[in-house]
């Protein structure tokens, strides 16, 4: 047989086949992956499922721990909690579903999409907007110092400069609306409370390691 992966026996890409061929045509049409990488994407998946063992059907969320660390280089443990709260309710693993989701938000070029999902990592734990208490916790690890007042101030300072930037009704909280307008205007205050998304120094490696081709250097 034709293997779609040379690494894996026949057996192992017969298997592959049967488990992942509605959600290789599912995600090829919804999302914006061509067909090709939705494959390598999914057979990526499938090598960490294999990896529990003979009977597991999900990759463990301590797998994919692992690869915020090593690949997408984000090491913030609270944010990549939260950030894997967007993806998926399960506490334990992680499924295909929310693997795609996290790869396709990861690597997309669309702002939009990803101010999106900032903002829902940003206010996972609160009300679903940022107010001065959540933007306080979310800078906490900003400044570091041996003199506490020093420290308190420089986090002081730093919120009330976010809302003064930020909030433009001055209101009191920073809605998605606020955050929308000043980040299409100054993209780069995307990630203005900590790294979500792998840096773009590190798309290329990312790009090689898992066959997305569009992202390869010298594509369009």
């Not at 995600?27 to 063992?53: P, R």
């Not at 984000?74 to 950030?83: A, G, K, N, V």
Request: hydrophobic share 40%.
């Amino acid at each position: 047989m034709n293997r779609i992966d040379t690494t894996m026996d026949d057996m192992a890409n017969t298997k592959f086949l049967t488990l992942y061929s509605s959600l290789i045509k599912q995600f090829s049409a919804s999302t914006e992956f061509t067909h090709t990488e939705v494959v390598c994407l999914l057979i990526i998946y499938y090598k960490f499922v294999q990896i529990n063992g003979p009977t597991a059907k999900q990759m463990k969320k301590k797998q994919m721990y692992n690869l915020f660390l090593v690949l997408f280089r984000i090491y913030d443990m609270t944010l990549i909690e939260r950030i894997l709260l967007n993806i998926t309710a399960d506490v334990i693993y992680i499924g295909p579903e929310a693997w795609m989701k996290l790869f396709s938000v990861f690597l997309s070029k669309n702002l939009e999409t990803r101010m999106q999902f900032a903002y829902k990592v940003y206010t996972t734990s609160s009300s679903g907007v940022l107010n001065r208490e959540t933007v306080g916790m979310a800078i906490n690890n900003f400044f570091v110092g041996e003199d506490d007042d020093e420290v308190k101030e420089l986090q002081a300072d730093m919120t009330e400069f976010i809302f003064n930037k930020f909030d433009l009704d001055k209101d009191g909280v920073i809605s998605y609306e606020e955050y929308y307008e000043i980040v299409s205007n100054q993209p780069v205050l995307l990630e203005f409370l900590g790294q979500i998304f792998p840096d773009l120094s590190d798309l290329t490696t990312i790009a090689y390691c898992t066959n997305i081709a569009t992202l390869f250097p010298g594509e369009d």
